[in-house]
């Protein structure tokens, strides 16, 4: 059973001149089987939250902690974080020139089994997985992301999600610049993870509330400046829909990007 | 990072250079002979010369003197016709002149030459591998080689150099209407080795001609490669491949000579870099003549910085003396490793070290992509391995 703890947790984003504090002390307990979903606007540290918890380089923790199942998830390293259980879903996937799907997804599934999965059933899981995110067969022998349109992109991260079944899924703004029929399949992707790993977590970072018509959440966190105000059901998402952000703009961030 | 490219194809002339804005009118009518004295010492300040750590090339550019022999050896299907020449073969010097005084010394030098003979229509089968072995730990060889392939043959032809010793060579490439030839250079000499050759291509009408020079070892290692198209409809493919170490110095010089109508030449050289004075040298020069109308042309270099303290240089020249052509551009760029795509990698479990040996195989996959013989194209995936196992990426 995955919990996973985030502790009064500050990150500061580290820039050409100064690191410049972007996350002010983050509460948060994700506990197996839930999902939360994080809703902030623009600039509120959404993504920096995500990052930070997967050890994107450039976002230094200057207190805090992050703990999966009481281990120290700051101690391990990117790689060592994923072989956890940790997974983030990215907002824009990197391209990978050359190295094509098929190798990095058994190069992934590899090291996050623990050993190489048997070529025949493998080969089948992975074509049952696009096939249920209406991921074109010949994708698999493409360079990673190379000339992925949005879509296509967000639909292979979720593909990773399902063949790599973290313990905890985060999922920064997997919903941004998808159409209608587009943000079904994923949706549809979360939850068919969501019920066939019940032990797992899952944390939805969200912009628009739209997603979350198709993904129930159990606890919707309001995020603004840099860390979380208010915390509720479902119903808080509902609120957000109508009124916006602004009843939660902090005084001293008004104007920030 | 760099990046240019460009696409002139309108009506007007066009000299676009980058570096030092050199002359390129002179590179396609430059000044060949076969005499040493003919060319002057060089100093480093020429042009030609202004990237060679002379002080390592064991005087080969002044008046060294053989030494020793390096070991030729041939593996070639019956069809090839394989023979030891003196240096009066008349057939020797088809394929071109030098153009530079190692490449003179290197032809005054040779005792024998090598002459591989495809005869016409002839396809054999499976690849003739020439091993060139170095003449030793401080020793001084030069070599020739020559491989003809006549009207409408075919071959492929892997040329593989190893060992220790100072090496200086010329290979003609001779290729008669029609014909088409896979050549494959292979430079895993040994950490010691200083080997310097000139290569000159030279086509005839509709001949296909589809090289790679691969760079792995050796100490300093210096290639220049001339196409000539000798008639129209020529088509020339150059793939360059090459990984430098900590104080290797990797430099490929080359001129394509657009001197016909409807060739077309495609330049692909990528380099990855690695160690303290990892240094490499791409000069691509690529001359259109006024004759040469409906020409096609693209080059591209691309090297990957993997550490600090290597550097790349790299300077594509592209003269066009005729408005009439189908296309020319070029591209260059020298970056450094990209974190983002480590990042990503090992954001889905993959270990930091297998990580950046996918990004590495990956940007050298274009290349590898393009090498139609499989059995060239396994040996260079595991010559790739065993650089990158040896460097620890």
């Known amino acids: ?257 | 990072m760099t990046v240019t490219e460009s696409q002139p194809g309108g009506p007007e002339l066009v000299s676009h250079s980058h570096g030092t804005g050199a002359l390129l009118a002179s590179r396609g009518l430059r000044f060949t002979s076969y005499d040493v004295d003919a060319f002057e010492v060089p100093t480093g300040r020429e042009e030609e010369w202004r990237f060679t750590p002379l002080r390592r090339l064991r005087d080969l550019h002044k008046s060294a003197v053989a030494t020793g022999e390096a070991g030729v050896s041939i593996d070639a299907p019956h069809e090839v016709k394989v023979e030891t020449v003196g240096r009066g073969d008349p057939r020797l010097g088809d394929g071109g002149v030098p153009a530079d005084r190692v490449a003179a010394q290197a032809w005054s030098s040779f005792s024998e030459a090598t002459l591989l003979t495809v005869p016409a229509e002839q396809r054999p089968d499976g690849p003739v591998t020439v091993t060139v072995t170095g003449p030793g730990r401080d020793e001084v060889a030069f070599g020739h080689l020559q491989v003809r392939l006549e009207q409408f043959a075919e071959a492929v032809v892997v040329i593989d150099h190893r060992g220790s010793g100072s090496y200086a060579e010329n290979v003609e490439l001779v290729l008669g209407d029609g014909a088409r030839l896979t050549v494959v250079g292979v430079q895993d000499w040994a950490g010691d080795a200083v080997h310097v050759a000139a290569q000159y291509a030279r086509l005839g009408r509709d001949a296909v001609l589809r090289a790679t020079a691969v760079s792995l070892g050796g100490n300093l290692v210096r290639q220049s490669p001339t196409v000539t198209f000798a008639q129209p409809g020529g088509d020339a493919e150059l793939l360059g491949l090459y990984f430098a170490d900590d104080g290797q110095h990797l430099e490929h010089r080359l001129l394509v000579d657009h001197a016909v109508p409807h060739c077309k030449s495609n330049v692909i050289y990528k380099g990855a870099l690695q160690g303290e004075n990892a240094h490499s040298v791409w000069i691509g020069d690529v001359l259109i003549q006024a004759a040469a109308e409906g020409t096609d042309t693209f080059e591209l270099n691309r090297n990957l910085l993997l550490t600090d303290g290597a550097r790349a240089d790299s300077v594509p020249n592209l003269e066009i003396e005729t408005g009439e052509i189908a296309g020319a551009g070029h591209a260059s760029t020298t970056g450094r490793f990209d974190d983002e795509q480590l990042f990503y990698l090992r954001s889905r479990g993959i270990p930091e070290d297998q990580a950046r040996r996918l990004v590495v195989r990956g940007f050298f996959g274009e290349i590898l992509q393009r090498i139609a013989v499989p059995a060239v194209r396994e040996r260079l995936e595991a010559a790739i391995e065993a650089e990158l196992e040896a460097v620890g990426a």
Not at chain 1, 123 to 130: Q, R
Not at chain 1, 222 to 237: D, H, K, N, T
């Open chain 1, 1 to 257: 059973m995955a919990t996973l703890e985030i502790k009064d947790l500050h990150v500061s984003v580290l820039t050409e001149e100064a690191p410049k504090g972007i996350l002010h002390g983050v509460d948060l307990t994700l506990r197996a089987g839930q999902t939360h979903a994080i809703m902030g606007p623009n600039g509120s540290g959404k993504s920096t939250l995500a990052y930070a918890i997967a050890g994107h380089p450039r976002y230094e923790v200057t207190s805090g902690q992050v703990l999966l199942d009481g281990e120290d998830v700051l101690a391990m390293s990117v790689d060592e974080r994923a072989r956890a259980g940790m997974f983030l879903a990215m907002q824009y996937p990197v391209e990978v020139p050359g190295v094509s799907m098929s190798n990095f997804l058994r190069s992934a599934a590899t090291a996050v089994r623990g050993e190489a999965p048997k070529l025949r059933t493998w080969v089948k899981e992975v074509k049952g997985a696009m096939s249920d995110l209406d991921i074109n067969e010949s994708f698999a022998e493409r360079s990673v992301n190379e000339g992925f349109s949005g879509g296509e992109k967000k639909r292979h991260e979720i593909l990773q999600l399902s063949l790599l079944r973290p313990r905890i899924a985060v999922l920064d703004e997997t919903d941004s610049g998808l159409d209608v029929d587009a943000l079904r399949v994923v949706a549809d992707g979360v939850n068919r993870f969501r019920s066939e790993n019940s032990d797992s977590g899952v944390l939805l970072i969200t912009h628009y509330s739209r997603i979350l018509r198709h993904i129930d959440p159990d606890t919707v966190h309001v995020f603004a400046g840099g860390r979380i105000m208010e915390s509720g059901g479902p119903e808080l998402a509902h609120e957000l829909e109508e009124h916006g952000y602004e009843r939660f703009a902090p005084k001293q961030e008004v104007g920030a990007r």
